[in-house]
């Protein structure tokens, strides 16, 4: 069995309801599936102190994971957790590290033509670090709007002036977006734990088309070149 503890990294209080969910890398699909038609690794909650138990574990290496809506582990925050892995022999009871998770910031936009400000529909949007990590992708809508519920925030806790704009501590993340016949384009934005930012218009200038040929060294064209 594992037992151990859920928190709030923002701070320490326990997070109650979490999910307490096994999984064995070892396994096959198959016997995984068959794990859980059994009952041997189905998932526990996190009670009131954050506390989780879970017995009747057979022996062998888990994958032990913490799962609450709305809540997240940030990559830039190494002292923020959601999984960690242990191996149980038989009669084994491992406490394991406490869980730490933090808010997740909302992000909420529109994708627009520069032009005339109508908007986009059908438009990629991205949302990424200025280093160029992603936090995933979506498409905007009918009325070019986009949403993403799972941002890690720039910032534990912190409350940002210009709802949420501008660079951040870490450099910041970004928002971008690419459609069809319009120039790829970006906006900043610092995503807050618990709260809704809204960013700034992203507006999209009209593309241009670029025609060339690929040839090799006697100028003959070059079939199938990826450009």
Do not use: H
């Not at 998932?43 to 009131?48: E, F």
């Not at 934005?189 to 670029?210: F, H, R, T, Y």
């Amino acid at each position: 069995r594992v037992y151990g503890v859920v928190l709030s990294g923002e701070d320490s209080a326990p997070l109650e309801d979490a999910n307490i969910e096994l999984s064995a890398p070892k396994m096959s699909p198959r016997e995984d599936r068959l794990a859980r038609l059994v009952g041997r690794l189905t998932p526990v909650k996190s009670d009131a102190m954050g506390k989780y138990e879970v017995a009747g574990i057979p022996p062998g290496v888990y994958t032990v994971k913490a799962v609450k809506q709305g809540w997240i582990c940030n990559e830039f925050n190494p002292l923020t957790r959601d999984a960690q892995t242990t191996e149980l022999g038989e009669y084994a009871r491992v406490e394991l590290l406490p869980f730490i998770l933090i808010r997740a910031g909302i992000v909420e936009g529109r994708v627009v033509k520069k032009s005339d400000k109508q908007p986009i529909v059908g438009a990629s949007v991205e949302l990424t670090t200025t280093l160029g990590g992603s936090f995933g992708s979506t498409i905007t809508d009918a009325e070019g709007k986009y949403r993403f519920e799972n941002a890690p925030p720039s910032a534990i806790g912190a409350r940002r002036p210009q709802g949420g704009q501008g660079p951040g501590p870490m450099g910041g993340m970004e928002v971008r977006a690419l459609a069809a016949s319009f120039a790829v384009g970006s906006v900043g934005v610092n995503p807050v734990a618990g709260q809704v930012v809204k960013a700034k218009d992203l507006e999209l200038e009209d593309g241009c088309a670029v025609k060339g040929r690929v040839v090799d060294a006697k100028n003959a064209g070059i079939a199938g070149a990826q450009v």
